[in-house]
């Protein structure tokens, strides 16, 4: 019997959902909810490779959206075995997946303080479903849980250490279920036992992040507290001088609320570009000269090399160097400019190899002189999401 799984991940004013085969990560269906509490909110799936779109009635709530979405499940006649929940933080509590209670629902709640926008959503798309699926076990996913067993020296930051005691002040690290799907991918591609995998794993997509994964056990990430430290990413800064948001607010009179915005939602590569946050529309208008574009490209690609080469520090075993997300599996340009960084280490590129790999592709970009592999590896983290749901179901 197939082990189907419904998986869903609410953000403020979205739900994307699935329905994965645990056992294949294929997706039957997957589609997202959007614009949700406004007047042009709508659903659009595929089906069997179908492409279909609803819309949504006007400032259409989850419970809404859940609805409409519990009916297209109903109607491709599966019979799942659980839900998966996508969380972005469970704080130090959870090292793994979970099977939701009402202490666990207090947990995820409690931790909205370090992640507002983001728990409360997914909070509120796990109730709901509960209320849709009564009789399915609900297990929720953390972004956060796979950094749990970094070490002190990595996660603190060098603050009043009360801050850290009382406030829970520390790295966290996202993308956790990205970066845990490529250190098990990978092992399977090098043949190795996941506790035998050393890797550099660069997630980059709209939100960008590289882990540094020693023998199966991530033990040091780029993003933070928050998912704004880091790399340069579409929108966010990454790394910046911790003495600019207060020099902002008084130089620009602007309110905490407001330079939070700016620096999540106004920077990076759209930031500096003045163009796009997105990385192909920037390859072409680089292309074509754009001064803006280029720059931010280059400022994305030196700030990963710094990441990825001081990460070379928390990895002595390393067996390769891994990139996924929609930028790491499909810009070739973006992989050679960063790699490009390492010439005089040893690391080479076969750019044929790297021109090849897109679309979904999985291999080796690194030419065969190369001190080290440099992987294609799509990244699915719902498949991840699934296979954690059924071992409750
Ligand atoms: P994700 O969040 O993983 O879906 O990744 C989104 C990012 O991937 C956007 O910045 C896209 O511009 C980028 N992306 C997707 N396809 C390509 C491509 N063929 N070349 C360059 N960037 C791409």
């Not at 005691?165 to 991918?185: C, M, N, P």
């Not at 040091?220 to 020099?247: A, K, N, Y």
């Not at 700030?303 to 499909?330: C, H, Q, W």
Request: aromatic share 6%; glycine share 8%.
């Amino acid at each position: 019997m197939k082990k189907e799984v419904i998986v869903l991940n609410c953000g403020s004013s979205s739900v994307k959902f699935a329905i994965i085969d645990a056992d294949t990560g294929e997706a039957g269906l997957s589609g997202i909810a959007e614009s949700l509490g406004n007047d042009d909110a709508s659903i659009s799936f595929k089906l069997n490779g179908q492409k279909e779109q609803q819309t949504l009635p006007a400032n259409a709530s989850h419970a809404e959206a859940l609805a409409a979405i519990q009916n297209i499940i109903a109607s491709t006649g599966v019979e799942p075995i659980a839900l998966g929940h996508r969380v972005v933080h469970g704080g130090e509590r959870f090292k793994e997946a979970a099977l939701v209670d009402d202490s666990v629902l207090a947990s995820v709640e409690e931790y909205a303080s370090m992640a507002p926008l983001h728990n409360l959503a997914n909070l509120k798309g796990i109730t709901t479903a509960q209320a849709a699926y009564p009789d399915l076990p609900h297990v929720i996913v953390f972004d956060t849980s796979f950094f749990q067993q970094m070490p002190k020296r990595a996660y603190m930051y060098a603050l009043p250490k009360a801050l850290y005691e009382q406030h829970g002040v520390r790295k966290y690290g996202f993308h956790g279920t990205s970066h845990k799907f490529i250190l098990d991918s990978t092992a399977q591609l090098l043949n190795k036992p996941v506790e035998q995998t050393s890797i550099i794993s660069a997630h980059l997509g709209n939100g960008c992040s590289v882990t540094a994964i020693e023998k199966g056990v991530a033990v040091d990430t780029s993003m933070g507290f928050t998912p704004l430290e880091g790399l340069m990413m579409g929108t966010r800064c990454g790394d910046i001088d911790p003495s600019l948001p207060g020099t902002l607010q008084e130089k620009l009179g602007k309110s905490a609320a407001e330079i939070n915005s700016l620096i999540n939602k106004e920077s990076g590569l759209a930031g500096i570009s003045g163009l796009s946050n997105d990385c192909r529309t920037l390859e072409e208008a680089a292309e074509a000269g754009h001064e803006g574009a280029l720059l931010a490209l280059e400022m994305f690609c030196y700030r990963l090399a710094k990441y990825i080469s001081s990460y070379m520090i928390a990895v002595p075993s390393l067996d390769a160097v891994v990139f996924t997300g929609g930028i790491g599996e499909n810009s070739s340009y973006i992989r050679a400019t960063t790699m490009g960084y390492f010439s005089h280490l040893g690391f080479t590129i076969d750019e044929q190899n790297n021109q090849a790999m897109r679309f979904g592709a999985k291999g080796n970009i690194a030419s065969s002189s190369s001190t080290k592999p440099v992987l294609i590896v799509p990244t699915n983290e719902e498949w991840v999401i699934a296979a954690e749901a059924a071992k409750f179901a």
